[in-house]
């Protein structure tokens, strides 16, 4: 039986993923949200290519631990910055600090992320949900830009989710101070957000050797959610922890993307771990995409 086309990321999720063995040796690797889940999975698999890492997390001990035990398996070069995505001053510290240790970034993967049940303001008054998942990768990925184009050919890649299926996102109330706060909504705005403006990247990279896609990682067993209350928590772990795969599966397909030598050109797609896919209607709204890019733009006090 064919589903239908906004159900088609089910059947999508089922069919085989691709792998490669391509290697990516010496490539400079920034990955965010490291220190569990996807990120984790994802930076073991580019050490395991090769990759030299630049680690952007919040918890500089966990980081550390993360170093140890990656460079246990393979020797490559691990550095550890630390930016809490709550507070876009710290990203752009981090960033700065990438930009003076760093003459080429070949990879970019912006992966650190949470899920709320509650709304929540960050000291500067953005929800925190909308700030981790899409302003912070916003900002670091424009910050970013100018090295990644004179590194070219270069890759940005965006974790984003099904989860934008939810919706949520208003562009007249992104703090939802008007709406009661639901958090697979909130969580879907922040991904929608990010999506949309994932096709204003696309075009402004247009030949210019950098390439952007964003993908969902699958759905698996990580820390993500587990900052929410216990009944959350207890759910989580008890009832759809044994139904979902390790991030192992997450971190292939991360580097599928990555490193794939025919992914070299392809941008401006959605895919469901390596699967292209068509992401919701909404969220290829291409009219709203360009009033999400010039909210995100003041909102992280960048000009163009
Ligand atoms: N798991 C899934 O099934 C699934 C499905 C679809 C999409 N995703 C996406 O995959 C990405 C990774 O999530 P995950 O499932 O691996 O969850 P996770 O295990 O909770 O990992 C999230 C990572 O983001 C970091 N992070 C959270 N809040 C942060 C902040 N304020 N500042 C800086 N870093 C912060 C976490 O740091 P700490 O270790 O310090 O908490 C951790 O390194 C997210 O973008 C998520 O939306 C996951």
Redesign the pocket.
Known sequence: MKLPEELQFIANSRKPQKRTTSRIDGQICVI??????????AAKRLAQGGANLVL????LE?AQKVKEEINKLYSVNIDLLQ????DLAQVRKAAETILSRYPRIDLLI??????MTRRELTKDGFE?VFC??HL?SFLLTMLLLDRMKESQPARILQ?????HRFGGLDLDDLTWANRRYKGLQG?GAS?TAQLLTVWELTDKLKDSGVTINAM????????????NGLLYQWYQRYFLFPL?KG?EV?GEAIYYLAAAPEMKDVSGKFFNQTVEEKPAAHALDRETGKKIWEISMKLTGLRE
């Open positions: 965010t949200g490291a220190t569990s889940g996807v990120g984790y999975a952007v997390n919040r918890n966990k930016a809490d995505f709550t912006n992966n650190a992320g949470l899920h925190i981790v998942n912070a974790i984003n989710s099904q989860g969580y991904k969902h990682p699958g759905a698996v067993a990580t820390n993500i959610g587990m900052n979902l991030p997450s």
